[in-house]
């Protein structure tokens, strides 16, 4: 059923979006799929770790079909071929979701990828031009309806504050608030529309990674010290 919602909501707005966005040397879209339903549904807790945008994602946009790219998120990362693709961002997420079992031992934890923005360039890192990005937003607005999809107990924006721009744009009354005694700007709460009330966001793990381990553990201890299984409404 989460499959086929999510099938649903990317056929709604994949062809305008192609007609909208194709010839910009954009890669093909991050779409999400779930690779055992059940097991996902009777978790206890469910994460979703939202990263920037995608290095290259399996060609240029409109090269795949939606049925394609599922197929490719189900192998790279419903496989977990990703954590031996390495790198900061998904050491970072192995990482927090190896302590985050630790810390809730008789739970199950389940966990999914996303990106903020759901389209990288076609050969090369970083976010598209900000015109493409809210071309974007219009014509394959599906991030808000993954959300409610999935259901995800906690949401892990490893976006930095330069994403801010993108947060807001999608959900304008969004409202950021200090953990641990450190400024918005490196850890920040979020509440706000229909995010859940464990919404946090911190740097990118490539910047986690270059400000030291002592940083890279105090924000991780933060967060996960910050998670609960039935957590109270954030005032």
């Not at 192998?75 to 809730?104: H, L, M, Q, S």
């Not at 744009?169 to 706000?192: C, D, Q």
Request: net charge positive.
């Amino acid at each position: 059923m989460i499959n086929k919602q999510l099938y649903n909501l990317y056929e709604k707005h994949y062809p305008g979006m192609l007609s909208s966005l194709e010839g910009n040397n954009l890669s093909n879209p991050l779409l999400l799929k779930i690779n055992d339903e059940e097991q996902y549904q009777k978790a206890d807790l469910k994460v979703m770790f939202l990263g920037q945008e995608t290095n290259t994602w399996e060609g240029s946009l409109g090269s795949k079909s939606i049925e394609e790219l599922l197929g490719t998120y189900s192998r790279f990362f419903g496989e977990g071929k990703c954590f031996r693709y390495g790198g900061p961002f998904w050491n970072t997420v192995k990482d927090y979701t190896g302590d985050i079992k630790e810390a809730y031992p008789d739970k199950r934890v389940e966990i999914v990828w996303n990106n903020l923005i759901k389209l990288g360039k076609e050969n090369s890192k970083g976010a598209p031009k900000k015109s493409l990005v809210a071309i974007q937003k219009e014509a394959f607005p599906v991030i808000r309806e993954e959300l409610e999809i999935l259901k995800p107990d906690v949401v892990l924006f490893f976006t930095g504050p330069r994403y801010d721009q993108y947060l807001k744009a999608e959900w304008p009354n969004l409202t950021y608030h200090p953990l641990a005694h450190e400024p918005a700007g490196k850890l920040a709460r979020l509440k706000g529309g229909s995010l859940h009330p464990q919404a946090f966001r911190t740097y990118h793990p490539n910047y986690l990674y270059r400000a030291g381990k002592p940083f890279y553990n105090s924000v991780k201890k933060s967060i996960i010290s910050s998670i609960s299984i039935t957590p109270k409404v954030f005032p």
